[in-house]
């Protein structure tokens, strides 16, 4: 099993920056990749970043340039640095963890992003 807890959330105006962690613990070594996700109220569960096993990244398109997904191995964290954020980008940010071998995805509590003036 693994066990994700997400921390950093909050509110910020407009134009101002956030990061949000993601420790990882239990089966560390199976994890693939590792995501963020997030969900605005009304609407579905997409993609923001993630990062590969091998340190590959990939950003949805709204995001990219403004964000940026990393990795501390040492300390079995994922990071999300966001930066001009937008009151679009309110929403609740769920980390994730892909193990591939068994096909499963596990998924930290989420934690709440705001931006607003």
């Known amino acids: 099993q693994v066990q994700l807890v997400e921390s950093g959330g909050g509110l910020v105006q407009p134009g101002g920056s956030l990061r949000l962690s993601c420790a990882a613990s239990g089966s560390i070594a199976s994890i693939y990749a590792m995501g963020w996700y997030r969900q605005a109220p009304g609407k579905q569960r997409e993609l923001v970043a993630r990062i590969t096993s091998g340190g590959f990244t990939n950003y949805a398109d709204v995001v990219k340039g403004r964000f940026t997904v990393s990795r501390d191995n040492a300390k079995n964290t994922m990071y999300l640095q966001m930066s001009s954020l937008k009151p679009e980008d309110t929403a609740v940010y769920y980390c994730?963890?892909?193990?591939?071998?068994?096909?499963?995805?596990?998924w930290g509590q989420g934690t709440q992003v705001t931006v607003s003036s």
């Open positions: 994730n963890a892909a193990v591939m071998a068994t096909r499963s995805d596990y």
